[in-house]
Every structure is written in structure tokens, then in C-alpha cells.
């Protein structure tokens, strides 16, 4: 009685955000034999216990919207982390490099998935997807870091960060966690000086720079 009472409490955004995660957890099982598509969408789905309908309803885009669900929960993971440290670190190089760390292991148990992501996004088509994503991540670790700019500084912040992030990503996921670190510490050296981080990356090199890493990712080369 109890338990059907709790139950009926959950409101529709409730069930969708369930509904979402479990659709995820399955694909993530399947996407290493279907790769990342609209039929692993289905499968997925259907492993869920969801109908078509249903699917349609929570992810009307498909690969794209699991895609984003996959990033925010990496962003979710690496944020509880972060904010699990005791002490935090003090300086801004140092929770940078911490953000970066944290959200490296939330992507890593999910290596094989992101393979399949990663040829995924690295579609021309689907590569302003690839920049919304890493750059909501960017845009997470700055704000547990502190960062409260809302002039130029803001954008030029994140667009920097997005760069370290999905290069030093591909790395782990390419050649190992030695490797990315040193990766790691070596971007964050070019651009620690405070008007190095305003100058700021141009669009085009951000977009550059994504799309490589993509390709990284996808073939594991180091």
C-alpha cells in the first residue's frame, strides 16, 4: 500500500528522467554490437520496456538526444566527484586540472560506448552537436571552479577549456592515463597566464580540434 502510494507521487517528469536513464543504461550494454544509431535507439528502448511510442515521446531525435543523455550524466558523475573533495584544491590551475581528471573517469567506464559515440559525432552533421556537448562540460567544471565572468572572458573560458577537454579525453581513451596527464598539464601550461585564457580560440580551431579528437577516440590511435 505504501509503496503504491509513493509511486503514484512520481509526476511525469519523474517517470521521463527513469524512463531516459534506463534507455541509456541499455543502450550503453548494446552499443558496442549495434553502434551508435537509430537502431540502438529501438533496441534500447525495448530492452527498457518502453514502446514506440513512448520512445518517441522521451527522445524525438534519436542517437542525438541519447548522445546528450550520455554527456550529462559524465558531467553529472565528474560534478558529485568534484564536489566530494576534501579539501577542494585552492588554486584555479589546480580545480582545473582536477575538473578535467574527474570528468575523464566519468567517460572512462564507459569507453566502448564512446567509440561507437564518437563515429557517431564525427559526422559533419553532427559535429555542432559534438561542440554543444563539450562545451556544456567546459561550461560545468568553470562553474564548480568559480568562475563568475559574464563579459568576453565567459566564452573564451570555455571555448579554451572545451579544447583541453576533448583533446585530452581522446588521449586517455587512445594511449592511456600516463599520456593524458601529461597532455593535460602541457595545455593547461600554454594557457595558465590570465590574458592568454581571455585571448580566447577561434571557432574554427575549436571545431577543428573537436572533430580530430573525435576521430581519436573512434580509432583508438595514439
Avoid: C
Amino acid at each position: 500500500m505504501t509503496q503504491t502510494a509513493d509511486t503514484s507521487k512520481d509526476g511525469p517528469g519523474d517517470w521521463a528522467d527513469q524512463a531516459e536513464q534506463r534507455v541509456l543504461d541499455a543502450a550503453l550494454r548494446l552499443a558496442s554490437r549495434l553502434g551508435w544509431n537509430a537502431g540502438l535507439v529501438r533496441a534500447a528502448a525495448e530492452a527498457a520496456g518502453l514502446k514506440a511510442g513512448e520512445a518517441q515521446l522521451l527522445l524525438p531525435q534519436g542517437p542525438r538526444d541519447l548522445a546528450a543523455l550520455l554527456s550529462r550524466r559524465h558531467d553529472k558523475a565528474a560534478l558529485a566527484a568534484l564536489k566530494a573533495l576534501d579539501p577542494p584544491p585552492a588554486k584555479i590551475r589546480d580545480k582545473i586540472r582536477a575538473g578535467v581528471v574527474a570528468r575523464l573517469d566519468a567517460a572512462q567506464q564507459d569507453a566502448e560506448a564512446l567509440r561507437r559515440l564518437a563515429a557517431f559525432l564525427a559526422f559533419p552533421t553532427h559535429l555542432p552537436l559534438a561542440l554543444t556537448l563539450v562545451w556544456e562540460s567546459a561550461d560545468v567544471l568553470w562553474r564548480w571552479a568559480g568562475d563568475t565572468a559574464t563579459d568576453e572572458n565567459h566564452y573564451s573560458k570555455r571555448a579554451i577549456l572545451s579544447g583541453i577537454l576533448v583533446s585530452t579525453l581522446a588521449v586517455d581513451m587512445a594511449s592511456g592515463r600516463e599520456s593524458a596527464l601529461k597532455h593535460l598539464d602541457g595545455r593547461i601550461d600554454n594557457v595558465m597566464a590570465f590574458e592568454k585564457w581571455k585571448a580566447g580560440i577561434k571557432p574554427m580551431n575549436l571545431a577543428a580540434e573537436v572533430a580530430g579528437a573525435l576521430a581519436r577516440m573512434r580509432y583508438g590511435r595514439g
